[in-house]
């Protein structure tokens, strides 16, 4: 959410944002914004006014009626009377002008980093580097789903029985896999100096519409019926909702946080659910990473995080890429962001693994994340990043360490984790 003096004193510049990332139909809204704070602005003076002088004529009162001067103490008296009635009908018009400005002001876009390509949506989005070469095997690499039934590891379709398209059962080895990857992970992010935490899988309404955009929210979360709860689609949610209504002192900071959760999510939209595949599901796990920081500090912060996926999937010899996302295809409330890409040699091209996000002061604005400083306190910055996400992540492994005999080679940084084994077989 962007600051509204900021808006109020720039609307070319937030008009300007808008159109980088052609959202057109929002440009009224600007307008619509400086004329509710004006409005806002006029009740709230004179409200103001009125309690000052509501509170000068009650000091007289006292005195008129020790003087004897009772109708003119009673005429007093009515006056502040009417200043009150006026007061509770202008207390009424500033809730409701500030409810209607912070629901504006929520759908209006964060103003991106002069950095981000100008592009309308993800077929706009630019390739920034490549992390080692990616191998085409001289045998067919089957579909992930019949490398994992092969080695007796996935069971789809009872999945489908219990709970309909878009969930799995993994079983065996494969299983065990998963669970190292994320174990991996863990220890990978706690050797980088980050706080390992297991958050809270439910949250309430108002710390998912202080992390996410409305339509993010229609599109992903699950209501928890007749409360006020919804399954988090990722620990990002929880955990820079751990931050609501704080002051962290400066020197505290940066507070860097590497998280394990389940993630639930709708994913209504173009793209749909698999209803053969592990690719994009309603449910997974994710090891994730956070980063609250000081504002002048979030863009090194940000450099560094993706550099963690990228050194995540390089150290199981994964290659792998950055992608630069596009104005068009940056949420609402991020200032840049970047997919890490990992390749298929199913596919022969590279598809996405994680995402790594800089919100700015976005979140912070809307949750009231704020750092005390000598010099006065300042809204925070917020960052998060995916270490891996398993399902999607089990893929990338499985095509990259798969054998002719449908065996699987498993790196030297998970064999700990899978009891020393070295391989996976039938």
Known sequence: MLDIKFLRTNPDVVKENIKKKFQDEKLPLVDKVIELDAEYRT???????????????SKEIGGLMAQGKRDEAEAAKQ?????????AVLQVKEAELEEEIRKIMLVIPNIIDESVPIGKDDSENVEIERYGEPITPDFEVPYHVDIMENLNGIDLDAARKTSGNGFYYLCGDIARLHSAILSYARDFMIDRGFTYYIPPFMIRSDVVTGVMSFSEMENMMYKIEGEDLYLIGTSEHSMIGKFIDSFTPEEELPKTLTSYSPCFR??????????????????????????VCKPEDSMKWYDKLWQ?????????????????????????????????????PRQQKYFEVGSCSNLGDAQARRLGIRVKSKDGNYF??????????????????????????????????????????TKIEK
Request: proline content about 4%; hydrophobic content about 40%.
């Open 79 to 87: 006056k502040v009377k009417d200043m009150a009635d006026e007061l």
């Open 308 to 344: 963690n996926s990228v050194d995540f999937f390089r150290s199981l010899d994964i290659p792998v890429r950055t992608l630069e996302c596009c104005s068009g295809d940056l949420a609402d409330l991020k200032v840049k962001s970047c997919d890490v890409e990992a390749w298929s």
């Open 43 to 57: 009740a709230k003076g004179r409200g103001d006014e009125l309690r000052a002088l509501r509170n000068s004529v």
């Open 266 to 291: 709708k994913e209504v939209g173009a793209h749909g659910i698999e209803e053969r595949g592990v690719y994009r599901i309603h449910q997974f796990e994710k090891q994730e990473m956070i980063v």
């Open 380 to 421: 925070a910055h917020t960052l998060n990043n995916t270490v891996v996400a398993p399902p999607r992540m089990l893929i990338a492994f499985l095509e990259n360490n798969l054998n002719a005999d449908g065996s699987i080679n498993i790196p030297k940084p998970l064999q700990m984790y899978m009891g020393g084994k």
